[in-house]
T-cell receptor, first 114, second 111 residues
């Protein structure tokens, strides 16, 4: 039984570069969420998918951010032209059908923009 | 807009003490409230979930209470241990798509 997995666990990039993160949800979970967590803060919602459809995006998700979930399985979060303010932990969570509040979190991807 | 506040921001106690973490939320129209644990640099682990119709939930040495009308929840940890050292996050579900989190309480239990 595997939980939510995220790859990579750590990413260091230079300002202006593009980065892409991957999240593999628990199998049969139809909802997938992305959150961002900065130091000393709680996770903040970025976006979520139900199956392959992206149903909601936070205003935190600027034009430089894009998320996809092709075929309703894994998801990717891409950040273009990274800025130092993008440095954060990016958390992915998934939830089963009928249990949207029952979110299971992955270990996160720590992004450092230098 | 729902806002969640956690007090204190940090807490340091000697091993064996009983302690209480506090969480308050501005909009009492919630479906449930959850307490999570987060170890440094790691993801979140759900500890307890209280439905809006419930008053409390218990798991081992942990007890969480919910007073929906006053917008408050407490997490009680009995006989604290060094292994309890972590950040504890409170989150509410208001029936929309996402959880709303507080900033957390960083707990340090010293041997």
């Amino acid at each position: 039984d595997t939980g939510v997995s995220q790859d990579p666990r750590h990413k260091i990039t230079k300002r202006g570069q593009n980065v892409t993160f991957r999240c593999d949800p628990i199998s049969e979970h139809n909802r997938l969420y992305w959150y961002r967590q900065t130091l000393g803060q709680g996770p903040e919602f970025l976006t979520y998918f139900q199956n392959e459809a992206q149903l909601e995006k936070s205003r935190l998700l600027s034009d430089r951010f894009s998320a996809e979930r092709p075929k309703g399985s894994f998801s990717t979060l891409e950040i273009q032209r990274t800025e130092q303010g993008d440095s954060a932990m990016y958390l992915c969570a998934s939830s089963p059908p009928g249990g949207a509040y029952e979110q299971y979190f992955g270990p996160g991807t720590r992004l450092t923009v230098t | 807009k729902q806002e969640v506040t956690q007090i204190p921001a940090a807490l340091s106690v000697p091993e064996g003490e009983n302690l209480v973490l506090n969480c308050s939320f501005t909009d009492s129209a919630i479906y449930n409230l959850q307490w999570f644990r987060q170890d440094p640099g790691k993801g979140l682990t759900s500890l307890l979930l209280i439905q809006s119709s419930q008053r409390e939930q218990t798991s081992g040495r942990l007890n969480a209470s919910l007073d929906k009308s006053s917008g408050r929840s407490t997490l009680y940890i009995a006989a604290s241990q060094p292994g309890d050292s972590a950040t504890y996050l409170c989150a509410v579900w208001s029936g929309y798509s996402t959880l709303t989190f507080g900033k957390g309480t960083m707990l340090l239990v010293s041997p």
